[in-house]
T-cell receptor
Framework: AQSVTQLDSQVPVFEEAPVELRCNYS??????LFWYVQYPNQGLQLLLK??????LVKGINGFEAEFNKSQTSFHLRKPSVHISDTAEYFC????????????FGGGTRVLVKP | DTEVTQTPKHLVMGMTNKKSLKCEQH?????MYWYKQKAKKPPELMFV???????INESVPSRFSPECPNSSLLNLHLHALQPEDSALYLC?????????????FGQGTRLTVV
């Protein structure tokens, strides 16, 4: 069965500092990978996705992620965070034959401090 | 228009009530989804509709009854719910159920069962 692990449940970070959120998945077949952000009392918004091709993916709001097939990882980074980046971040996978059924990691809460 | 609109935003209902959640999108998407999200947890898939037909039911109790009247609308009918059903209910849509297509999420309906 597929699974997604987000290694950090909470990440406190100071404003303008870099942040990395770690995501590992388990799969023996090719997957599609996504990062979503959820602001308080909101739905989920797609930050970026990896389908194929270049392993470095750039998304919205200055975020980027790197796909590493050998390590089955898809870590999310931002070089300089803002207060407004305070939110819950979810890594998710789907499989080509699984009907766009997203499996989410447990989430990482990012708290940006001034 | 890249919005998925959910109504109502908040709902309080008794265990003997019948209520419905509504979801609407005008992006021409042919796949629509219901997710349930408990506090501090990731979303969990409940149902998937593809071309207005139910394609996935994740063993959801029959007190939750989905309906897709047309390609733009998705309803979730609620009856005889339990307090543990209190959660954020998220609707999403995507172009198709191909795993590579981005899912757009609504803001959710926060349901409280008393």
């Amino acid at each position: 069965a597929q699974s997604v692990t987000q290694l950090d449940s909470q990440v406190p970070v100071f404003e303008e500092a870099p942040v990395e959120l770690r995501c590992n998945y388990s799969s023996s077949v090719s997957v599609y990978l996504f990062w979503y952000v959820q602001y308080p009392n909101q739905g989920l918004q797609l930050l970026l996705k990896y389908l194929s091709g270049s392993t470095l993916v750039k998304g919205i709001n200055g975020f980027e992620a790197e796909f590493n097939k050998s390590q089955t990882s898809f870590h999310l980074r931002k070089p300089s965070v803002h207060i407004s980046d305070t939110a819950e971040y979810f890594c998710a996978v789907s499989y080509p034959a699984a009907g766009n059924k997203l499996t989410f990691g447990g989430g990482t809460r990012v708290l940006v401090k001034p | 228009d890249t919005e998925v609109t959910q109504t109502p935003k908040h709902l309080v209902m008794g265990m003997t009530n019948k209520k419905s959640l509504k979801c609407e999108q005008h992006m021409g998407h042919r796949a629509m989804y219901w997710y349930k999200q408990k506090a501090k947890k990731p979303p969990e898939l409940m149902f998937v509709y593809s071309y207005e037909k139910l394609s996935i039911n994740e063993s959801v109790p029959s007190r939750f009854s989905p309906e897709c009247p047309n390609s733009s609308l998705l309803n979730l009918h609620l009856h005889a719910l339990q307090p543990e059903d209190s959660a954020l209910y998220l609707c999403a849509s995507s172009q198709t159920t191909g795993g590579f297509t981005e899912a757009f999420f609504g803001q959710g309906t926060r349901l409280t069962v008393v």
